[in-house]
């Protein structure tokens, strides 16, 4: 049975590294938007020029940036046998535009699992990885502008996606296989 989740969470949550976990565990791919972002700044084109622009500010890179690329990614053949959104939908606009794309593809959403953390160990974590990644977006200043766009604009749809069944909560502190361990036993509940 093929699963299509999505997974939420402020920055530092872990949302990349349990997705990754989840994803060979499912056998799924994992969509991640800040990966491709990272990887079209990187490659310094166009997209990652203007990507950059945003996160070094702290900013999220716009919708229409974002959902072109969210529905082409859904679109590929290797996505039928289902797949984990990291770090996309973040905001209403957002949910309504993955259940259009959901929707044209003949297929819906399965569940939405979210990771919790207290700000502080978020905080901590995002400098750790600042540190060891040296990733210019990842100042001080960036990280909690990040944080609180989150919590302005994220993480409201968590009510959204509770009032239509598909919210699971994971607390995502601790050691990563022991949140790994949590999140599987949360996704064996969506797939009953």
């Known amino acids: 049975m093929s699963l299509r989740l999505v997974i939420m ?26 990966d491709i972002f990272r990887s079209h700044m990187a490659a310094g084109d166009e997209l990652g020029t203007l990507a950059q622009s945003y996160t ?17 990614r859904l679109a590929e053949p290797d996505v039928a046998e289902g797949f984990i959104l ?14 259009d794309i959901l ?23 995002m400098a750790r990885r600042a540190a060891i990644e040296q990733r210019e977006d990842d100042t001080e200043d960036a990280i909690a502008r990040r944080l609180d766009i989150y919590a302005e604009q994220t993480a409201p749809l968590t009510a959204s996606y ?31």
């Open 103 to 125: 929707a044209s593809l003949g297929t819906r959403l399965d569940g939405v699992i979210e990771l919790t953390a207290d700000r502080g160990e978020l905080l901590a974590r």
């Open 86 to 99: 990291d770090g996309y939908p973040r905001n209403c606009t957002q949910v309504d535009e993955l259940d």
């Open 9 to 34: 969470g402020p920055q530092g949550s872990g949302k990349g590294t349990q997705a990754a976990l989840l994803a060979e565990r499912l056998g799924v791919v994992t969509i991640s938007t800040g």
């Open 56 to 72: 070094s500010r702290g900013e999220l890179v716009p919708d229409e940036v974002t959902n072109a690329m969210v529905r082409q």
């Open 162 to 192: 509770a009032a239509r069944g598909l919210l699971v909560t994971v607390e995502g502190t601790g050691e990563i296989a022991e949140v790994a361990e949590r999140i599987a036993t949360a996704v064996a509940g969506v797939r009953s």
